[in-house]
């Protein structure tokens, strides 16, 4: 009798796995399974329902003669480097700012972060009208008496990818801001005062012993704002429509187009397998490196 | 108390032969804005007095494409609408699908072959057989001009596109912009096609955007499109991209522009802003495309349903569309004009008067063409290809050769 195990030592321990499992299952399908589905519908030609005639890469080769994709791919480069590297150096730059122990920090914090809470769809809008040369920004200076003042890149087809940066910037570098304040106050004071006896200087400091220290929080930042730029949707759609022409499509654009609105299933899942492609290429070595320094 | 209670049951017996004869339909569409929603409701209300229950089901946005998502999704999970809100070439692709229903019966009782164009019924059939019901009829070939502003500038309005471009500058110095327009793709593809059936004619458009020779999609002809196209651009103000098409209307109404090409939804804007056709402004055939007529016609296709009170009262959704009264209280409100022929024309104004004298003309010279650019003439696909590069072409600066070139290509592609 003794080593029998009661019933409630047995549902115990069995509990994580029953409660984990419906989240597992969900995730397994809705996540896995539909890449998986996707997969499969990108070597068919499916074009307003799923149809299962298999063509083999007929949907890639489409997909890399196609300029729409080309230029969507090319504009996701600009936009997803510049708006990657802006971020990482304002969010810098503002959390040591904000980690000097000035006052009403609290306050400050969060007018910076705040623009997190507002949704892409919004501040495409307020920034479509700001950039809208006879609404915004150029009006303004214009009105002020600088009538020669151009600033036109919203319909400009060469620059209208810069102000997708602009606006996104604007959004999420306050973000990246609390990262690494977070990560600033994590660093131990004790070294940076054995430091300061050495007669270290503040920039020195920095550079040798805090930046460094920083460095998983430069991965994590890397890693959610390179996601945020792949998955880029509703900033287009809100801020620019895609145009002028469609100069400042990306690949998120592209596939929703193709798959929803075009009858082009085949072509759209094939995109959204190349954007897949994109997002493993950067986390894999991510995953890879961060698995590998558990280990040691 | 007996005579109360033999009353009551007599009441619930005829209730419930009334319920058992009512069916439900429940209909998808996309009119929500004030003046569309007015329309729906007439529809809505003939049928609740035939005795049948109307389901409604908006889905707003996208001009449809969100619609179109919901649709998908409810008829591959076996639960497809009563009747949806449908445009051209995606009837075929649903009846290929077998998804619709077969309302000869219907049609056949009013007699719909006598009562459309064939270019019309042709589009409502698939293998011979009605499977959707056409609700009214948009000219999109129109010009919109106001006036006043060319009184100020001291032009006339003009009637070939070389006029046009040469009006430019007069109406320029003149402080007007010659040209509202808005820069997103579908208004982009209006303009061209407009400029494509002026200059190449009704047999060139056809073959170009209908059946997609290559030949004529690499003609001298198209490039010259092209190049007028291009030349149209010095017309518009700089800050067009992403402008809605009833924001450049609402710069013909207050005179800061001269004129638009649009379509006849246009006019709701204009009589919305109580101006008066003819003396406010002026609607006119686009440019050389006074003896033609390009359509956009807003269909309700039907789904096959199971339950037989379903079908018997989306049978008579069908029949209600095709009636007069529907037709011209529904035009009445949208601006539109009736598909089906033969109506009183009292009740319009003077550019529904002609939009109704053209397309029954046209109808007979084989001048009535569909409009590529709303999607009654091509697959989805083919126009999202074609769109791309007219778009792409009008933004950038890209040479009408390489243009076309690209437009053959990409309509081969998306075959």
Redesign the interface.
């Given at each position: 009798m003794a080593n029998k195990r009661p019933f409630t030592d047995m549902l115990a321990d069995s509990m994580p796995k029953l409660v984990l499992a419906p989240s597992f299952l969900i995730v397994m399908v809705c996540i896995y399974g539909y890449i998986l589905w996707t997969a499969a519908l990108s070597f068919t030609k499916s074009?307003?329902?799923p149809q299962w005639k298999f063509v083999g890469f007929d949907q890639y080769t489409?997909l890399m003669?196609?300029?729409?994709w080309a230029v969507s791919t090319e504009n996701l480069i600009i936009f997803g480097g510049l708006f990657i590297l802006i971020c990482l150096a304002l969010g810098i730059i503002m959390a040591i700012m904000l980690d000097q122990k000035i006052r009403q920090e609290g306050f400050l914090r969060t007018i910076y972060l705040y623009p997190m809470a507002i949704s892409f769809i919004v501040t495409g809008t307020a920034w479509?009208w700001l950039l809208?040369?006879?609404l915004g920004i150029q009006k303004i200076v214009r009105d002020w008496g600088f009538t020669d003042f151009t600033f036109?890149w919203?319909?400009n087809?060469q620059m209208?990818v810069f102000c997708l940066v602009i606006a996104a910037v604007w959004q999420s570098s306050g973000f990246v801001m609390a990262l690494f304040l977070a990560g600033l106050r994590g660093v131990d004071q004790e070294m940076i005062k054995a430091a300061q006896l050495d007669g270290a200087t503040l920039p020195t400091i920095y550079r040798r012993i805090i930046l460094p220290s920083l460095k998983p929080v430069f991965f994590s930042a890397f890693v959610i704002l390179s996601h945020i730029a792949i998955k880029s949707f509703d900033l287009v759609t809100a801020l620019?429509?895609?145009?002028?022409?469609?100069?400042s499509d990306l690949p998120a654009n592209f596939m929703y187009?193709?798959a929803?609105?075009?009858?082009?299933m085949g072509l759209g899942a094939a995109s959204g397998m190349v954007m897949l492609g994109g997002v493993l290429a950067i986390l894999i070595p991510y995953l890879y490196s961060e698995l590998r320094g558990k280990k040691q | 108390m007996n005579k109360t209670k033999a009353a009551i049951a007599g009441l619930a017996l005829a209730v419930s032969a009334v319920v058992a004869q009512a069916g439900e339909v429940e209909v998808l569409h996309y009119w929500t804005s004030g003046g569309e929603a007015k329309s729906v409701a007439v529809l809505k209300d003939l049928l609740t007095k035939e005795g049948h229950d109307w389901k409604d089901f908006a889905v707003a946005g996208?001009a449809g494409?969100a619609a179109?998502?919901v649709l998908?999704s409810r008829a591959?999970s076996g639960n497809a609408p009563a009747a949806a809100q449908m445009k051209g070439l995606d009837i075929q692709?649903?009846a290929d699908?077998g998804f619709l229903a077969d309302l000869d019966g219907v049609a056949k009782k009013a007699d719909w072959d006598k009562l459309l164009p064939s270019v019309v019924s042709d589009i409502m059939k698939y293998e011979g057989k009605y499977v959707a019901v056409p609700v009214n009829v948009h000219r999109v070939n129109w010009l919109w001009a106001n006036p006043e502003a060319f009184k100020k500038a001291g032009v006339a309005i003009p009637t070939t596109w070389a006029d046009m471009i040469a009006a430019g500058p007069k109406l320029k110095a003149a402080g007007i912009i010659p040209l509202a327009h808005g820069?997103?793709?579908w208004q982009?593809a209006t303009l061209f096609e407009a400029i494509a059936l002026g200059m190449g004619g009704s047999e060139f458009y056809t073959k170009a955007f209908v059946k997609h020779d290559d030949a004529t999609l690499r003609s001298a002809k198209m490039i010259d499109i092209f190049k007028t196209f291009k030349a149209t651009r010095d017309l518009i103000d700089?800050?067009?991209?992403?402008r809605d098409w009833n924001i450049a209307t609402s710069m013909v109404i207050n005179g800061t522009a001269a004129m638009q090409v649009m379509g006849d939804w246009a006019k709701g804007e204009f009589t919305a802003a109580g101006k008066v056709p003819g003396k406010d402004f002026v609607c006119a055939p686009a440019p050389q495309t006074e003896h033609q007529y390009t359509f956009n016609i807003d269909s309700f296709a039907l789904f096959n349903l199971k339950s037989d009170d379903a079908k018997e009262a989306q049978n008579t959704l069908a029949r209600l569309i095709m009636e007069p009264k529907f037709q011209e209280t529904f035009n009445l409100n949208k601006g539109s004009i009736p598909v089906r022929q033969g109506m009183d024309e009292t009740p319009f104004d003077s550019c529904a008067k002609l939009s109704m004298a053209d397309f029954s003309g046209t109808a007979k010279t084989g001048d009535l063409v569909p409009s590529f650019a709303h999607g009654m003439a091509t697959?989805?696909?083919a126009?999202?290809a074609i769109s791309?590069v007219v778009?792409?072409?009008?933004?950038?600066e890209q040479t009408a050769e390489v243009a076309v070139e690209?437009l053959a290509n990409?309509v081969k592609?998306?075959m």
């Open positions: 074009r307003m329902l489409k003669n196609n300029d729409r479509k809208n040369p006879s036109d919203l319909v087809s209208v620019t429509g895609g145009g002028p022409g469609y100069s187009a193709h929803f609105t075009r009858s082009q | 996208g494409e179109m998502t998908k591959v692709e649903w699908l820069g997103q793709a982009d700089a800050d067009s991209p992403g697959t989805s696909s126009l999202g791309d778009t792409n072409f009008f933004n950038s690209k990409a592609a998306s």
